[in-house]
């Protein structure tokens, strides 16, 4: 009797933890892309590094969500303002060195981050990232910059969301620094979930957006060779999607986390300045692809 008694309580312990598993890894599912953008990360500093001419600011999204950045104003009136829409998991901190080199060219600057995840259980799926990207641009247009005094660069699965503000407010120019083709393709590899990939509701789409709303500016491809977050692959097939005027980086040696530190930056400036980038060829170092990664999505 007892015995019967401890696996009936076992099975009931083990059924519920499955249906919770499922229904997280259902949620995870549908949310798709926008579920890389929900996890533990540090905290992130709320005062810029000393020196670095950035300085905090505050501002409010549409849905009354009050968000916090980094802003430092371009050194004259030729320079335009590059809106940083950070990747998953990628703290202001974490994006301080490339805004350092920014402001010490003469740029302006605005580092954002997403929303606090206390504040995003009602609605954090693609509609709540493009709601905190409209308010950064909401505010920068307040102060005059817009146009060809913008510059847009998504990080990582942010590409998509760069790649739609630059569709909705046509700035100079849009930067995708290592790009997947969509951030629901980056979930299945990670997290093996092909077999309900379809069902993804958001799947921030970097290649889709390309092929329905091509932005009416130059883009910028930047893609380390040695990047084992985002395949380069999916960095190249992004490229190949984009209209022209295009250019490509694809930086020998180069990481995800140390694109910046690498040849990233430079690449950038590059591009900022209107000079010639490197050949759109990609010699990748050592073919990878992540676990249970599908076909590139057309």
């Given at each position: 009797?007892?015995?019967?008694?401890?696996?009936?309580?076992?099975?009931i312990?083990?059924g519920?933890?499955?249906?919770?598993?499922g229904?997280?890894?259902?949620?995870?599912a549908?949310?798709?892309?926008?579920?890389?953008?929900?996890?533990?990360?540090?905290?992130?500093?709320?005062a810029?590094?000393?020196?670095?001419?950035l300085?905090?600011?505050?501002?409010?999204?549409?849905d009354?969500?009050?968000?916090?950045?980094?802003?430092?104003q371009?050194?004259?009136?030729?320079?335009?303002?590059?809106?940083?829409?950070?990747?998953?998991?990628?703290?202001r901190a974490?994006?301080?060195?490339?805004?350092?080199?920014?402001?010490?060219?003469?740029?302006?600057?605005?580092?954002t981050?997403?929303?606090?995840?206390?504040?995003?259980?009602?609605?954090?799926g693609?509609?709540?990232?493009?709601?905190?990207?409209r308010?950064?641009?909401?505010?920068l247009?307040?102060?005059?910059?817009?146009?060809?005094?913008?510059?847009?660069?998504?990080?990582?699965?942010?590409?998509?969301?760069?790649?739609q503000?630059a569709?909705?407010?046509?700035p100079?120019?849009?930067?995708?620094a290592?790009?997947?083709?969509?951030?629901?393709?980056?979930?299945?590899?990670?997290?093996?979930?092909?077999?309900?990939?379809?069902?993804?509701?958001?799947?921030?789409?970097?290649v889709?957006?390309?092929?329905?709303?091509p932005?009416?500016?130059?883009?910028?491809?930047?893609?380390?060779?040695?990047d084992?977050?985002?395949?380069?692959?999916?960095g190249?097939?992004?490229?190949?999607?984009?209209?022209?005027?295009?250019?490509?980086?694809?930086?020998k040696g180069?990481?995800?986390a140390?694109?910046?530190?690498?040849?990233?930056?430079?690449?950038?400036l590059?591009?900022?300045?209107?000079?010639?980038?490197?050949?759109?060829t990609l010699?990748?170092?050592?073919?990878?692809r992540?676990p249970?990664?599908?076909?590139?999505?057309?």
């Amino acid at each position: 009797m007892i015995t019967t008694m401890v696996a009936l309580f076992l099975l009931i312990i083990v059924g519920t933890l499955g249906a919770v598993f499922g229904g997280l890894v259902l949620m995870l599912a549908r949310q798709g892309g926008a579920a890389l953008f929900v996890h533990p990360r540090l905290p992130d500093p709320g005062a810029p590094p000393d020196g670095s001419g950035l300085r905090a600011i505050a501002y409010p999204t549409a849905d009354g969500v009050t968000l916090t950045a980094w802003l430092a104003q371009p050194a004259g009136v030729t320079k335009p303002v590059v809106l940083i829409l950070a990747g998953p998991g990628q703290r202001r901190a974490d994006l301080s060195g490339l805004a350092s080199t920014l402001v010490a060219a003469g740029y302006g600057v605005m580092v954002t981050c997403r929303r606090p995840l206390s504040l995003t259980m009602g609605d954090w799926g693609e509609t709540a990232l493009l709601a905190d990207a409209r308010a950064a641009l909401d505010h920068l247009t307040a102060q005059g910059v817009s146009g060809s005094r913008l510059v847009i660069l998504g990080v990582s699965a942010a590409a998509a969301l760069a790649l739609q503000m630059a569709w909705e407010r046509r700035p100079a120019a849009v930067v995708l620094a290592a790009p997947p083709t969509s951030g629901a393709d980056l979930l299945v590899g990670r997290w093996h979930l092909s077999a309900l990939a379809g069902m993804a509701s958001n799947p921030l789409a970097v290649v889709g957006r390309l092929k329905i709303a091509p932005p009416a500016c130059p883009l910028l491809v930047l893609h380390g060779q040695a990047d084992r977050v985002v395949p380069p692959a999916m960095g190249q097939a992004v490229f190949n999607a984009a209209p022209e005027p295009k250019q490509a980086a694809w930086i020998k040696g180069a990481g995800h986390a140390d694109l910046w530190d690498k040849g990233g930056a430079d690449a950038l400036l590059d591009f900022l300045a209107g000079r010639k980038g490197p050949a759109p060829t990609l010699d990748q170092e050592a073919p990878w692809r992540a676990p249970g990664l599908p076909a590139l999505r057309p």
